[in-house]
């Protein structure tokens, strides 16, 4: 990467010229403005005079970053300046330049700022995320995003632009054990106008988050995050969509053994079209879900390419492997002793020696419960340890129990806000008034409402009808 | 890259494996020398190893640049993970006395190799009810006079060649004693299951919310005002 500013040519900022005391006259009210009212003053920031007056002087704007404009006392000045000065530096070359910066200002900005300038924020992590990678400085990139996607976000459970970022350059570095620590958090909400996301940033999200799971064998979360891609609105299908779907059969197989059903909430044209894109891999599905080794291998040559394509090669090889563990699960509930010699047989292997590896990894794995008596050649399946139990098997009911009440809980109050909150009140209202019948005097539900019989539900009136 | 050396020669590992992974993920890792990128490179995969990171071990390879590879500290730990993710620990524990690399690794791979051969026997114990000696010896890297101690230490039998662990032996062994029946465990399952099958008394929330928020519109849209 190019080094500091004083080796690199860049336009100076002419005091004696219009552009050029506009600019400075702007950097000064920045650099001075009462940073206590920050949404106001994100606001000047935003403005279109001010963002003009940046993009004039051209790359001699950043020049001032360092000298009047300093972090975190002006983060959010910083942030403007810098999001106006991206495309100019790239134009220019100097995309090193623009790299340094940004990762100075994820890295030391101040977090309230940060929030207060989401758009600039999401804008410049996007243009990070691309240029990092081409440098080779994604690993350092990703670090520095994940911190500005905790700052920024309006709270725990957002999703911002920065999440998706630092998901993509994770997978991208193969940090994957730190793009699945992020994907475990609790994040479930999506606020454009708080946090500066779009859809693609959700799509690109859970995306990512499905593929570091997919690298980490962690099978059936990788299946729910490809999921919740396809459950994402959209307008159109997209290709994260359909790459999505191709990961989701694979990983649904080495999970659970069978392809996964369409989520419920997939909109019944993106299943069409879907259909037709995954033919390759429904066939493959199709061909391990017969146990038989010698289809599997049949199918997985005859769709080389469609997988080739999709660069998931690697992980189609690791089909053979997840069937035969599927096929010694099966004789689980035939079979409580069973000699090596025979698994091998049925599994078509080489010999029993590979049998006896192939259990011993299974149990290693904590797949399979059995103890192999090497002395005899013979495999015993065990029970359960929670099911033979009853004490154990009570322990895990009473855990079980517990996390579902919670997660009612959990379900309860966001139902409670989404039903209350003033959008979907507005929504309601504007539905209703289609179907308005002619009913005279007040209704009962009206008079209650309007007495203070349910006072949220009242407060949520309220607060639509200022945006009406 | 002086915090990594530092906490490598002084035998912590883990230590040594953070600040590795810190420098890694910063700008200066970019700017380093290929030797001190191999360094690094080699101190995380020694540090995934000896916690049981085969995976994250193989990935910090795989995103190591080429002129970070060619280090011989990065060869040595990479040599060593592919002899683990082969599964042939015979070999992984052949090479760990002969290993070619700076001081500040050594002691890492030492940990690795410990935490190697405990999880090892842990699993063998898990899944073997017998296991022939030579091949215990051969997983553990111990010769067959120390496995054979390692064994009884283990509270194992030994005998005719064989080695077999007391855990999964008990397991598997013909008329095994089944667990005492906790009768105030079996009575809590009951309850457990009776109340699941139960149909809820409550209210459904969901349903009074919308049709409060029915009526509501519906008020609002006869132009009736509100309070």
Redesign the interface.
């Known amino acids: 990467?190019a080094s500091d500013a004083g080796e690199i040519k860049l336009d100076p900022v002419n005091p004696r010229t219009e552009n050029g005391r506009q600019f400075l006259d702007t950097v000064s009210r920045m650099a001075q403005a009462d940073l206590r009212d920050l949404h106001r003053y994100a606001g000047m920031l935003a403005h279109k005079a001010t963002l003009e007056s940046i993009s004039r002087v051209g790359s001699g704007a950043v020049v001032v970053l360092g000298e009047a404009i300093s972090l975190p006392e002006h983060t959010a000045s910083y942030a403007c300046i810098l999001y106006t000065a991206e495309p100019i530096l790239h134009r220019q070359g100097h995309t090193a330049l623009f790299v340094?910066f940004a990762?100075s200002l994820f890295s030391e900005g101040d977090r309230r700022q940060l929030r207060a300038v989401p758009a600039f924020v999401a804008s410049i992590a996007r243009a990070l995320g691309q240029h990092a990678r081409s440098l080779?400085?994604a690993?350092?990139a990703?670090?520095a995003i994940t911190r500005a996607a905790e700052a920024t976000a309006p709270n725990p459970h957002c999703l911002t632009a920065c999440h998706a970022v630092a998901a993509m350059l994770g997978c991208d570095?193969?940090?994957?054990?730190e793009v699945c620590a992020m994907a475990d958090s609790d994040i479930f909400e999506v606020l454009p106008a708080a946090s500066g996301c779009q859809v693609e940033d959700v799509l690109c999200f859970y995306y990512y988050a499905g593929v570091a799971y997919a690298?980490?064998?962690k099978w059936s979360k990788a299946t729910d995050s490809f999921s919740m891609v396809l459950v994402t609105p959209s307008a159109a299908l997209s290709a994260v969509a359909m790459a999505a779907e191709r990961w989701r059969i694979l990983c649904s197989l080495m999970a659970a053994g069978k392809p996964p059903s369409m989520p419920v909430a997939a909109s019944q044209g993106m299943a069409r079209s879907l259909a037709d894109d995954v033919r390759p891999f429904t066939r493959i599905a199709e061909a391990f879900v017969t146990l038989n080794p010698t289809a599997l291998a049949e199918a997985l040559k005859a769709e080389e390419e469609a997988l080739a394509a999709s660069s998931l090669t690697g992980l189609a090889a690791q089909l053979h492997r997840a069937q035969q563990a599927r096929v010694i699960l099966g004789l689980t509930s035939t079979f409580v002793t069973i000699t090596t010699a025979e698994i091998a047989e049925k599994l078509g292997l080489g010999s029993a020696a590979d049998a006896e590896?192939l259990?011993?990894?299974l149990?290693?794995a904590g797949t399979l419960r059995?103890?192999?008596?090497?002395?005899?050649g013979v495999v015993?399946f065990?029970d359960d340890d929670a099911t033979?139990?009853?004490?154990m098997?009570?322990k895990r009911?009473?855990s079980l129990?517990g996390a579902a009440a919670a997660l009612a809980d959990a379900i309860?109050t966001r139902?409670?806000d989404v039903?209350?909150s003033p959008d979907?009140?507005k929504h309601?209202?504007m539905?209703?008034?289609g179907?308005?019948?002619a009913?005279a005097g007040?209704?009962g539900?009206?008079a209650a409402?309007?007495?203070?019989a349910?006072a949220d539900?009242?407060e949520a009136?309220?607060r639509s009808?200022l945006d009406m | 890259m002086l915090a990594v050396t530092t906490a490598g020669n002084k035998g912590d590992v883990a230590a040594m494996g953070r600040a590795a992974a810190r420098l890694?993920?910063?700008?200066e890792?970019?700017?380093m020398k290929a030797g001190d990128q191999g360094t690094v490179v080699g101190a995380i995969i020694v540090a995934e190893l000896a916690q049981g990171g085969l995976?994250?071990a193989r990935?910090?390879w795989?995103?190591a640049?080429a002129k970070a590879r060619e280090s011989r500290d990065a060869q040595t730990a990479w040599e060593l993970t592919k002899c683990l993710w082969r599964?042939d620990n015979a070999a992984f524990f052949a090479a760990v006395p002969e290993v070619a690399c700076s001081a500040a690794l050594k002691s890492g791979i030492r940990a690795a190799a410990q935490q190697v051969r405990e999880s090892t026997l842990q699993?063998v114990g898990?899944?073997?009810?017998?296991?022939?000696l030579a091949?215990l010896a051969s997983r553990t890297g111990l010769s067959a006079e120390a496995t054979k101690e390692e064994a009884v230490r283990r509270g194992w039998a030994v005998g005719?060649g064989?080695v077999r662990p007391a855990a999964?032996?008990a397991?598997?062994s013909a008329g095994a004693a089944a667990?005492a029946?906790?009768v105030a465990?079996?009575d809590?399952?009951t309850e457990?299951v009776c109340a699941l099958e139960r149909p809820s008394a409550a209210p459904d929330?969901?349903a009074v919310?919308?049709?409060?928020?029915?009526?509501?519109?519906?008020?609002?849209?006869?132009g009736?005002q509100?309070?």
């Not at chain 1, 570095?173 to 054990?177: D, L, N, P, S, V």
């Not at chain 1, 033979?388 to 004490?391: K, L």
């Not at chain 1, 409402?449 to 203070?452: C, E, L, N, S, V």
């Not at chain 2, 919310?209 to 006869?222: D, H, I, N, S, W």
């Open positions: 990467m340094r990762l080779g400085a690993s350092a990703m670090r570095g193969k940090h994957y054990r690298a980490l064998k590896a259990v011993f990894d149990v290693r059995a103890s192999i008596d090497q002395e005899r015993s065990l033979a139990d009853p004490a098997l009570v009911v009473e129990v309860a139902e409670r039903v209350l979907c009140v309601a209202t539905r209703a008034r179907r308005v019948s009913e007040r209704s539900a009206m409402a309007a007495g203070g349910d539900v009242a009136m309220r009808t | 890694e993920q910063s700008l890792y970019l700017s995976e994250a990935f910090a795989r995103r640049g599964h699993v898990r899944a073997y009810s017998s296991i022939a091949d005719g064989f999964a032996s397991d598997a667990p029946v906790d465990a079996l809590r399952l457990y929330a969901v919310g919308e049709k409060a928020l029915t009526a509501v519109a519906q008020a609002r849209a006869r009736e509100l309070a």
